[in-house]
């Protein structure tokens, strides 16, 4: 195998490339792989990381406000005020008037600077470390819109912690029938630099261009649909190898509740390489087609389980 310069893709050691293959199940054919070519190894990377990666950042982002709105409807301005979940948050509000200042929800002009330690905003959501600042755009029943600014706020998700760096654009809308919650949120920014802790691995992530539409529905409080739709880029960096891709998906993803993917498509692309992904319980097939002319050179099949654990 050869270093693809073009797209900025670095060799897997022997060992751990040979770990990587075992754990999905087979060390596959590179022989004949172009020098522009992508190994099954550095698809299986981008395959897992553009699968998990925008949407576990995407939760992040969602939690900073949802934390947020929290923080605001118990808290008062410039006091300490314990989060329902554990931890502290302290916060300043300015713009608006008076009485929106004092209403305990979010509103149109306001902006508010919240510290936050080891802050979990309800019952099993994520805690947060560090200070971030947002600015309410739109505020209406069920609906809100926020610019966020962050840097170096420490996000603690299920698989993984995150750091965010970097400015944003986020609106959620809420609407509720019976027992079922559906909360979907539009997210974008032109940079989100991310920082990924996951056991003993740390990566680095810049995503750029990111347009990324999310929706979660929740029945009597517990995750019963969640997809994912949208474009970004990303360059990574991570312990076995560099590389940057445009990921865009076909129609909307769907994912379990840990945030694997279950089913759906996208396509990730190259300067020499097209990648397609395709997803149904349990298994992504990974087409590859070098020099991206519209012919299939090589297909791998990943389980979710392997995809999961490499992400990050």
């Keep these: 195998m050869k270093k693809n310069a073009n797209a900025r893709l670095a060799l897997?050691?022997?060992?751990?490339?040979?770990?990587?293959?075992?754990?999905?199940?087979g060390g596959g054919d590179d022989a004949g792989t172009p020098v522009t070519g992508v190994t099954e190894s550095q698809a299986q990377a981008m395959s897992a990381n553009s699968a998990v990666v925008p949407s576990e950042t995407t939760d992040a982002a969602t939690t900073l406000?949802?934390?947020?709105?929290?923080?605001?409807?118990?808290?008062?301005?410039?006091?300490?005020?314990?989060?329902?979940?554990?931890?502290?948050?302290?916060?300043?509000?300015?713009?608006?008037s008076l009485g929106s200042l004092t209403n305990g929800q979010l509103d149109a002009g306001e902006i508010y600077s919240v510290t936050y330690t080891n802050c979990v905003g309800s019952a099993g959501a994520a805690s947060l470390n560090g200070s971030a600042t947002l600015t309410v755009v739109s505020a209406a029943a069920g609906a809100v819109e926020v610019t966020t600014s962050t840097s170096g706020i420490v996000i603690t998700l299920p698989q993984r912690v995150l750091t965010l760096n970097g400015t944003s654009t986020l609106s959620q809308t809420v609407v509720t029938s019976g027992a079922s919650t559906t909360t979907t949120n539009h997210w974008t920014s032109p940079q989100i630099v991310v920082t990924s802790q996951r056991n003993a691995r740390n990566s680095t992530?810049?995503?750029?261009?990111?347009?990324?539409?999310?929706?979660?529905?929740?029945?009597?409080?517990?995750?019963s649909a969640r997809s994912s739709s949208g474009t970004h880029t990303m360059n990574a960096?991570?312990?076995?190898?560099?590389?940057?891709?445009?990921?865009?998906?076909?129609?909307?993803?769907?994912f379990d509740a840990n945030g694997v993917p279950t089913q759906g498509a996208w396509t990730i692309t190259l300067p020499n390489n097209r990648i397609g992904v395709s997803v149904v319980p349990g298994t992504l097939t990974v087409t590859v087609d070098f020099g991206a002319d519209g012919s299939i050179d090589r297909t791998y099949t990943f389980t979710s389980a392997t995809i999961g654990a490499e992400a990050g």
Excluded at 12 to 25: E, F, H, K
Excluded at 70 to 79: C, D, I, K, P, R
């Design 65 to 96: 406000l949802s934390t947020t709105q929290a923080v605001v409807a118990g808290g008062t301005a410039s006091q300490t005020y314990n989060c329902v979940g554990g931890g502290t948050a302290m916060f300043t509000a300015t713009g608006g």
């Design 12 to 25: 897997i050691p022997a060992a751990a490339l040979l770990a990587l293959l075992a754990a999905c199940g």
């Design 205 to 223: 992530f810049t995503l750029t261009g990111i347009d990324i539409t999310r929706s979660i529905t929740t029945t009597n409080g517990v995750i």
């Design 237 to 254: 960096v991570l312990p076995n190898g560099n590389w940057t891709v445009t990921t865009a998906t076909n129609g909307t993803v769907s």
